[in-house]
């Protein structure tokens, strides 16, 4: 992979230009993308500029997050050729620190879980998981060192796990969703892929402008909370033992790592997520499905017949669980520094046709609290594990990741 | 003015088509529209759906509100003949329910407060207030029976009071922001203008699905708190007088309205929306900012530069204010049905070059709760008065300034 922290180096250093650092992503992708089809279209003509903390950085937009100058197409026929006048916020903070968007990713339809044509960059016979198949896939590939996803149930963690690279959900709202394209407005989050957790804690703080993100160091003694989310259907073989080799590192490390089992407030909370995701999807995509219905692909629209029957009533209900749990999580917070959990239920399943199951992160998205994959070496697949911190604290969430991902190495 | 639940009687009665409802705007408009000046497109060759329960209803769609097959400009060159592919959820909702999306009404640019072209349907050289200025001058010219408007300070409420017509700022998301071009995604409300209380609550039953906003009723002698929002510069004698009057009229009715000093955090609170307004407008217009800065007009230039040096901390800080105050104003909430205020400082400003200030409207729009605006009859020039209800409670809001609006008529 390329690591953006490195890339800077060398660039800082000057045994690099960023039109150098460009370079070598668009070597990467003329090798690999033939196979990986993580790309939906390239900027060949990007202006790279010579400075700025982020110049010789190309970064991956996810086709639902809106890029002056590249099509914007949301994984649909529906926006076909579709040229959005400006920039995503997100994207306009990216170019002001010196970044390139050079490509946009691959994205399932209006980011749901129709697949795309992308592959896992381990196994081309794997889903790279979606929604954002694209940037994890590219990430995971060497052809990026950055990549914006958005996760409304699992999109940004899951495939950051199936493609072995590192990736921050951070608190809800910390990365402005203006100018991508909404599924849901209360759940929608802008996450960032990169090679290691050093890296998305980087280019977290700066597109933040919160440089307290990166400099945040682990307690000496984190408290870890293991949680094995048993609301859930169990895990895979493979993702169990990530988390065992995780807990085991962290403990290395010096954490003390204790089982956590969750109030039953979070349980309920997670049930509900999905009528908040579909209830939503079907109010933000009404436009698409009343005017475009037969051209949504099969998935899409089979969650938002589903929104179609939610009431406002079951609606208002699953908020209401959802905003007493956040008040629940905070006071499990109150004895934890994080929580250390599974990323996916395994390595990417061996199929083109499902991205994979979100079912442990979308508690964690409703919660609006910061997750970060930490990839665990090891397996012929790649499979990463979950480190969550409280809300508005993922300057911590991250530094527990990272001695997790240091203890692994090590 | 046309009133929504008039004309749709007209028409269930067989009276009236809906194309011949539609064409009472189009001749209201080709009247009056050259010298208000409150629309900036018109769909010339609208469908007019033949059933639904808006059908035959004109909507006027401020001009930062998508709507498929009409420019939506942002009050902006910037945007100059720009075409969004599809619908705001809003909009695509109202035409699922019949209406017709006729017009685009101007907006300030980017629903900030450099003033639009358009002028007081009540005399021309006072502004209709702002950012939603020719929505609210198109319903209280009698244009159209209802109108779309945004409010991120004071923009659905104030031009409503200056133009003399009701509107309904709802609950804190209740209808969708997708498709509206966001300045604060912690602020921007999608409100409506129609001629009376009764036709905003009905059209807000519909656009919601939620019929029981639509059937609420006051309590027989409903708790009504007048606060005076002292921490703010003192209003004019038109705006005093009209509070007064409603009061008067509230008591006949049978309401028992007493004097509410607010707990001080709303205060602090109140203090705060500036901060949160400029930073996020300044993330969220980024790339007109980074890009077209030369292009902004200058007091949204202003306020953007404003937010250039606002600190991460700080914006923390009044997002903490104003999620405390929202609590404490639930308490207060324990004790009064609702909250009588003033709408603006006075009627609309003789001028056209201010759009006029939203200073008792700021804090309500922090704390998302429903604000009605009540015309009050009497004056020359429009004055309204501003009852608040409890977040979520829309119904209830709409049901005591309906109360109230009957009383002063009677």
Redesign the interface.
């Known amino acids: 992979m390329l690591s953006l922290l490195d890339l800077r180096a060398r660039i800082e250093a000057g045994t690099l230009t960023p039109a150098g650092a460009i370079d070598l992503c668009r070597a990467a992708i003329a090798a690999r993308e033939p196979e990986l089809r993580a790309l939906v279209a390239m900027d060949e003509a990007a202006a790279i500029p010579e400075a700025g903390p982020l110049a010789g950085i190309a970064v991956g937009v996810k086709d639902i997050i809106d890029s002056?100058g590249l099509p914007t197409q949301m994984g649909s026929s529906?926006?076909e050729g579709?040229r959005p006048?400006?920039?995503?916020?997100v994207?306009?903070?990216l170019?002001?620190l010196g970044a390139v968007a050079l490509a946009k990713t691959t994205t399932t339809a209006f980011a749901s879980s129709d697949p795309t044509g992308t592959v896992n960059p381990h196994d081309p016979g794997h889903t790279p998981g979606g929604s954002s198949a694209g940037s994890a896939a590219a990430v995971g590939a060497g052809l990026l060192p950055l990549a914006l996803g958005t996760q409304t149930a699992g999109s940004v963690i899951r495939p950051a796990s199936y493609c072995g690279c590192a990736a921050v959900k951070p608190s809800f709202?910390l990365i402005?969703?203006?100018?991508v394209k909404?599924y849901s407005?209360?759940l929608d989050t802008v996450g960032l892929f990169a090679a290691g957790v050093a890296d998305v804690a980087h280019a977290l703080a700066l597109v933040?402008?919160?440089p307290e993100i990166d400099r945040a160091e682990a307690a000496s003694a984190p408290r870890i909370g293991l949680v094995r989310q048993d609301f859930a259907e169990p895990p895979e073989p493979e993702a169990e033992s990530a988390l065992m080799r995780a807990r085991r590192a962290a403990e290395r490390a010096g954490a003390r790592v204790t089982d956590l089992a969750l109030p039953p407030e979070l349980a309920q909370a997670w049930e509900r997520h999905r009528f908040i995701q579909n209830y939503?999807g079907r109010?933000?995509l009404?436009?698409?499905y009343?005017?475009h219905r037969d051209a949504l692909p099969p998935r899409v629209r089979e969650h938002l017949d589903v929104g179609d029957g939610i009431s406002?009533a079951e609606y208002?209900d699953a908020r209401r669980h959802g905003h007493h749990a956040r008040r629940v999580l905070k006071g499990v917070f109150a004895d934890y520094d994080a929580i250390l959990t599974f990323s996916a239920p395994g390595p990417a399943p061996a199929t083109l046709a499902f991205t994979g199951d979100p079912r442990f992160n979308q508690l964690w998205t409703l919660m609006g609290v910061p997750c970060v994959n930490v990839p665990v070496p090891g397996d012929r697949l790649p499979v990463g594990v979950q480190v969550i911190g409280r809300f508005?604290d993922d300057g911590r969430a991250l530094a527990v990741a990272r001695m997790i991902e240091y203890a692994l190495r090590s």
Not at 176 to 179: C, D, Y
């Open positions: 002056a529906i926006y579709w006048r400006g920039d995503a916020a994207v306009a903070r170019k002001r709202r402005p969703t203006v100018g909404t407005w209360a933040t402008g919160r939503e109010l933000a009404a436009w698409e009343d005017a406002p208002d508005g």
